[in-house]
């Protein structure tokens, strides 16, 4: 029988009426557990209000300043870095069971993950200092005194998506407690078991009850959540459709990191052999299932043949299929609507007279395959004006095309609703990709290297509809404190 897990709230564990199971990735037939689900429709409303409650009480008492100060919360987020590395492949194993990520890709995501957690360390001490203001060119205030300090908002949800269940939770949670933000994490209920692993971990590190709280629901009662006052933030990482509907529900701040094309440039004086296998893996890297993973390539004329030939080389050597096997970099997507989504998106572009060109490798593990392997195919000769250059598609596609200047591409890029991260390649010393990086109208850009490319400490999110506000350990700790000024007179 699968073990049930329940809710975490306020430090202890609590059951539901409702149960999601949770199928083992590599072995559909067998589960690796069972998750409280609560619904509002089946569910005691105490439950929800506990959770809300907790949360409201904790921020209460960090508000008195006697209660889990800065230097207990920076030291709590060192230990949980170091619980990480301790329970690395633990950790790995269960994700990669659950969400299908390549075993490798799972495990690097956890070193992103501490990373994350140093940052937040470094950066909450300059970040959350008092700053003393200069009170000075009006006559009398020499007499007064001022400074400035952050406060944290107030208790925050955090909404987190499946493809990056650790890093992605990581970023949301640690400047949240850092900051003293008690927070409700409502994992994707695709990977709700390796969110509530990690607050286990926190659970087990000391985190005070209240301080953090795993609240697991059916989609209609999100709403509930996004808009009851006990909640002063929102971050939210997923789909662009649910996530602006949600922020239509509230004027309370928000932090989306949505979706995008992620288009890449390759021009002049570019290494086409190393971008080839770059951008390559770029569009497969866990079936493709990333906001910015690489998924138009638009080559300059003179180069598009044999860019092309190199692309169709590395294309040719992509490990896909089983995600236990070390080498797969392409596995299964989430899902079967997935897959039957993507399966149906290949056959519309093979239609409209696009030349849709599959790996012709066989897949990892090819005795035992899974019913959601994608098998990777990029696309030429695809109408300038099809949809698939604008819209995201999250999935181990990529489209190629030729364009006759950096500055056709600009142009192109700067067209796309959704303008998160793009790249463009060419020679380090070209003045040209340094000005291009200026006129993109783009969150992040990549030069020389694949638009997934992401540091941890560094600001990101997107412009357009591709979000608002910005993630980074720094830029969250921002995002979820206020300035308070005080000024006093002796």
């Not at 907790?54 to 170091?82: C, K, V």
């Not at 949800?157 to 949670?173: Q, R």
């Not at 819209?391 to 998160?420: D, H, I, K, M, Y």
Request: proline share 7%; hydrophobic share 40%.
């Amino acid at each position: 029988m699968a073990r049930k897990y329940g809710l975490y709230i306020n430090g202890q564990y609590v059951h539901t009426r409702s149960w999601r199971p949770v199928p083992k990735s590599t072995a559909p037939t067998e589960l690796l557990g069972e998750i409280a689900l609560y619904d509002s429709q089946q569910d005691d409303p105490e439950i929800l209000d506990a959770a809300l409650e907790g949360l409201s009480q904790t921020f209460e008492q960090i508000r008195s300043g006697d209660f889990f100060p800065l230097p207990e919360r920076l030291a709590f987020l060192a230990r949980l870095r170091q619980r990480l590395e301790d329970q690395k492949e633990n950790l790995a194993q269960l994700m990669m069971h659950e969400v299908a990520k390549p075993i490798a890709l799972c495990r690097a995501e956890i070193e992103r993950a501490r990373e994350t957690l140093h940052w937040t360390i470094k950066d909450a001490e300059t970040t959350l200092a008092p700053r003393k203001l200069l009170l000075e060119g009006r006559a009398g205030w020499n007499e007064w005194q001022g400074h400035a300090v952050r406060e944290p908002r107030g208790p925050l949800l955090a909404l987190s998506p499946f493809n990056f269940p650790v890093n992605l939770v990581m970023h949301k949670i640690a400047p949240a407690i850092a900051s003293g933000c008690p927070v409700l994490l409502k994992p994707s209920s695709k990977a709700a078991l390796t969110a509530l692993c990690l607050v286990d971990f926190c659970h087990a590190e000391g985190l005070p009850p209240g301080m953090l709280n795993l609240f697991s629901c059916v989609d209609r009662d999100v709403a509930t959540l996004v808009t009851d006052a006990r909640l002063r933030h929102i971050s939210f990482t997923g789909s662009s459709n649910v996530g602006w509907n949600l922020r239509k529900l509230t004027s309370k701040p928000f932090t989306l990191e949505l979706g995008g094309a992620a288009p890449s440039y390759v021009g002049p004086g570019t290494n086409l052999e190393f971008a080839a296998q770059v951008l390559a893996q770029s569009a497969v890297a866990y079936a493709g299932q990333s906001c910015i993973s690489a998924q138009s390539i638009h080559i300059e004329t003179s180069l598009y043949k044999k860019f092309v030939e190199h692309f169709e080389k590395c294309w040719a050597e992509i490990e896909w299929g089983s995600p236990a096997n070390d080498k797969t970099l392409c596995g299964p997507v989430i899902d079967t609507a997935a897959r039957e989504r993507l399966d149906a998106l290949k056959e519309r572009l093979r239609t409209s007279g696009a030349c849709v060109v599959e790996t012709p490798r066989a897949p990892l593990n090819a005795e035992s395959p899974s019913e959601h392997l994608v098998r990777p195919a990029f696309i030429v000769d695809l109408d300038a004006a099809d949809a698939f250059w604008g819209e995201e598609c999250f999935g181990p596609l990529v489209a190629l095309r030729p364009v006759t200047s950096l500055s056709e591409f600009v142009s192109l890029a700067n067209a796309l609703p959704q303008r998160l991260q793009a790249s463009i390649w060419g020679s380090p010393s070209d003045a040209a990709l340094a000005k291009a990086s200026r006129e993109l109208d783009f969150g992040g850009v990549v030069i020389n290297h694949a638009p997934s490319s992401r540091f941890d400490g560094m600001p990101y999110g997107g412009r357009g509809e591709a979000g608002t506000g910005r993630e980074g350990p720094r830029y969250a700790l921002e995002e979820f404190t206020d300035w308070k000024s005080v000024l006093s007179k002796s």
